[in-house]
T-cell receptor
Framework: NAGVTQTPKFRVLKTGQSMTLLCAQD?????MYWYRQDPGMGLRLIHY???????AKGEVPDGYNVSRLKKQNFLLGLESAAPSQTSVYFC???????????????FGEGSRLTVL | AQSVTQLDSQVPVFEEAPVELRCNYS??????LFWYVQYPNQGLQLLLK??????LVKGINGFEAEFNKSQTSFHLRKPSVHISDTAEYFC?????????????FGKGTKLSVKP
């Protein structure tokens, strides 16, 4: 049971470099999310998507871009990495919240990014 | 706006002792409440959730939580902890009926169980 898969799991970048994190889910979920986790800060929402072809900004979107070209994939891009983007990034997915669904999130195992 | 406050950033406890991890939330509408657990170097997994009905919710690994609407709290408890319970625990709130769909997380409580 794959669930939510993130690649790569580790990456080291130099300031100014670009990269893309890939998230794939096999649960046919409509909603997908990117969070970052920093010590003492909990999880903060970067961007999310409520369906294929849609994206929306979360709490901390600056410096990131996302795309949801296919329902099962949600990409997070850093165009010009900065040391402040050193973090652990988590992708999550959920069914559409409603009377039958609570919006419970299913998480990937995380991607640890270091920007030097 | 909704918010979640986890009152303790770290909780050290000895093995087989009881533990309570505190969570308070603020919201002007009805909510769903969740506790997630994150073991070292892993993603978050659902521990338990409150949707409606009984205010005492039982989860995996012997954990339970009690929803208290008047105190806007959702504290997590376990009567006897094990070394394997060492992890970070996150309380989260989701707005019922909302279209945004995301959860608002507290900053986490690190539970450290010592032998």
């Amino acid at each position: 049971n794959a669930g939510v898969t993130q690649t790569p799991k580790f990456r080291v970048l130099k300031t100014g470099q670009s990269m893309t994190l890939l998230c794939a889910q096999d649960m046919n979920h409509e909603y997908m999310y990117w969070y970052r986790q920093d010590p003492g800060m909990g999880l903060r929402l970067i961007h999310y998507s409520v369906g294929e072809g849609t994206t929306a900004k979360g709490e901390v979107p600056d410096g990131y871009n996302v795309s949801r070209l296919k329902k099962q994939n949600f990409l997070l891009g850093l165009e010009s990495a900065a040391p402040s983007q050193t973090s652990v990034y988590f992708c999550a997915s959920s069914l559409e919240p409603g009377l039958a669904n609570t919006g419970e999130l299913f998480f990937g195992e995380g991607s640890r990014l270091t920007v030097l | 706006a909704q918010s979640v406050t986890q009152l303790d950033s770290q909780v050290p406890v000895f093995e087989e002792a009881p533990v309570e991890l505190r969570c308070n939330y603020s919201s002007s509408v009805s909510v769903y409440l969740f506790w997630y657990v994150q073991y070292p170097n892993q993603g978050l997994q659902l521990l338990l959730k409150y949707l409606s009905g009984s205010t005492l919710v039982k989860g995996i690994n012997g954990f339970e939580a009690e929803f208290n609407k008047s105190q806007t709290s959702f504290h997590l408890r376990k009567p006897s902890v094990h070394i394997s319970d060492t992890a970070e625990y996150f309380c989260a709130v989701s707005r019922t009926g909302g279209s945004q769909g995301n959860l608002i997380f507290g900053k986490g409580t690190k539970l450290s169980v010592k032998p």
